[in-house]
């Protein structure tokens, strides 16, 4: 079985502050693990992926994620953040299935809001 | 970027009705999925489509639910006869290829079951 645990449901930095969403996945093989972001009215966005070689990965608008193995932990950073990043934060689980398409499992998601 | 469009973003339908969600995918995407999500939880993997047949379900896909894509067209989830307990967003995915390839999401249909 997959899971995702994100254990902040809203999150509330200040314009130009650091920023980290938490992220705790399990996954019995290897996994793979995205982030996404959701904007109002809008499908969700894919932020960046690991699926393996360097932990530390980068994605768009200056948002990195390290994957650490021995805490199953896959959390997302951004060293200053602007008020156009308030939006909710999808951290998510795969495997790789043979013949078929992946299965992601999402975790509840982290409403962040910039505050200026 | 790719956009994956629903129609429609919401719908009202009675208890016992039948209810379509019509999904249109990137165009030169071959795999197609459904997401649930309930109100205050979790979104959760329904199914995935590839080549006409439903390559995975998960236990949330019950009986009443069938998907398909008839000659390209819209990939359509439907409900019949629909319960209360379908009342969720709905979000339609596709994909370029399978694997762990990335998933480009639309923005849901919001389905409410009176």
């Known amino acids: 079985a997959q899971s995702v645990t994100q254990p902040d449901a809203r999150v509330t930095v200040s314009e130009g502050a650091s920023l980290q969403l938490r992220c705790k996945y399990s996954y019995s093989g290897t996994p793979y693990l995205f982030w996404y972001v959701q904007y109002p009215r809008q499908g969700l966005q894919l932020l960046l992926k690991?699926?393996?070689?360097?932990?530390v990965v980068q994605g768009v608008n200056g948002f990195e994620a390290e994957f650490i193995k021995s805490n199953s932990s896959f959390h997302l950073r951004k060293a200053s953040v602007h008020w156009s990043d308030s939006a909710v934060y999808f951290c998510a689980v795969s495997g790789v299935q043979q013949g078929t398409g992946s299965k992601l499992s999402f975790g509840k998601g982290a409403k962040l809001t910039v505050s200026p | 970027g790719p956009k994956v469009l629903q129609i429609p973003s919401h719908q009202i339908i009675d208890m016992g009705q039948m209810v379509t969600l019509n999904c249109d995918p990137v165009s030169n995407h071959l795999y197609f999925y459904w997401y649930k999500q309930i109100l205050g939880q979790q979104m959760e993997f329904l199914v995935n489509f590839y080549n006409g047949k439903v390559m995975e379900k998960s236990k949330l896909f019950k009986d009443q639910f069938s998907v398909e894509r008839p000659d390209g067209s819209y990939f359509t989830l439907k409900i019949q006869p629909t319960a209360l307990e379908d009342s969720a967003v709905y979000f339609c995915a596709s994909s370029r290829t399978g694997g762990a390839a990335e998933q480009f999401f639309g923005p849901g249909t919001r389905l409410t079951v009176l």
């Open positions: 690991y699926y393996s070689g360097d932990p």
